[in-house]
């Protein structure tokens, strides 16, 4: 089974703070990418990557960064947190073969920025 | 643009009652289309979805959706409900670009 794990559950910062959440796929895939999820908003695209160091912005890129220097681990960067980037954020993992065109999500990370 | 419509924030359903739940979508091109589950306090999980073949798929837990390609609607139906199908439900829909767009989620309650 593919498993993408996130480093932290439940996260609370204050703001100005830089933030790191990190992403690890065991499968091997190329693609990885990051959304966050707000009630009534689903899910937005914020970064995503096509494979190592490769990387794309999504629908709301806007105070956020990525790394991916390895092919199993996407990291996001929040340079300096504020109140609006409270939020869950989900990782996904996509190998972009023809008929394997699932993604597969991690369980999440609840920021909350004070 | 890409996007996808769920139009029901909230969808009720007795339990053993068949149960839909409803996905519309505007892409150019073919569609690739997706159902996920969401449980509380969990990532999304996937369900179904369709790329091409027959527009009746079959995909986990007894759930099935119906491409119609003139309605374009990918709506998520399964016979029978279960209070375990309660959760929150995302369609969406990949472009050719490998980039995916999500709906903003239905909540289904299944009520026993």
């Known amino acids: 089974d593919v498993k993408v794990t996130q480093s932290s559950r439940y996260l609370v910062k204050r703001t100005g703070e830089k933030v790191f959440l990190e992403c690890v796929q065991d499968?091997?895939?190329?693609?990885m990418f990051w959304y966050r999820q707000d009630p009534g908003l689903g899910l937005r695209l914020i970064y995503f990557?096509?494979?190592?160091?490769?990387?794309e912005k999504g629908d709301i890129p806007e105070g956020y960064s990525v790394s991916r220097e390895k092919k199993e681990r996407f990291s996001l960067i929040l340079e300096s947190a504020s109140t609006n980037q409270t939020s869950m954020y989900l990782c996904?993992?996509?190998?972009?073969?023809?008929?394997?065109?699932?993604?597969?999500f991690g369980p999440g990370t609840r920021l909350t920025v004070l | 643009a890409q996007s996808v419509a769920q139009p029901e924030d909230q969808v009720n359903v007795a339990e053993g009652n068949p149960l839909t739940v409803k996905c519309t979508y505007s892409v150019s091109g073919n569609p690739y289309l997706f159902w996920y589950v969401q449980y509380p306090n969990r990532g999304l999980q996937f369900l179904l979805k369709y790329i091409t073949g027959d527009n009746l798929v079959k995909g986990s837990y007894g759930f099935e959706a119906e491409f119609n390609k003139s309605q374009t609607s990918f709506h998520l139906k399964k016979p029978s409900a279960l209070v375990s199908d309660s959760a929150l439900y995302f369609c969406?829909?990949?472009?050719?670009?490998?980039?995916?767009?999500f709906g903003t989620g239905t909540s289904l309650t299944v009520i026993p």
């Open positions: 499968m091997d895939h190329e693609n």
């Open positions: 990557s096509y494979d190592v160091k490769m990387k």
């Open positions: 969406a829909v990949r472009d050719t670009g490998n980039q995916f767009y």
């Open positions: 996904a993992s996509r190998n972009p073969q023809r008929g394997t065109d699932t993604q597969y």
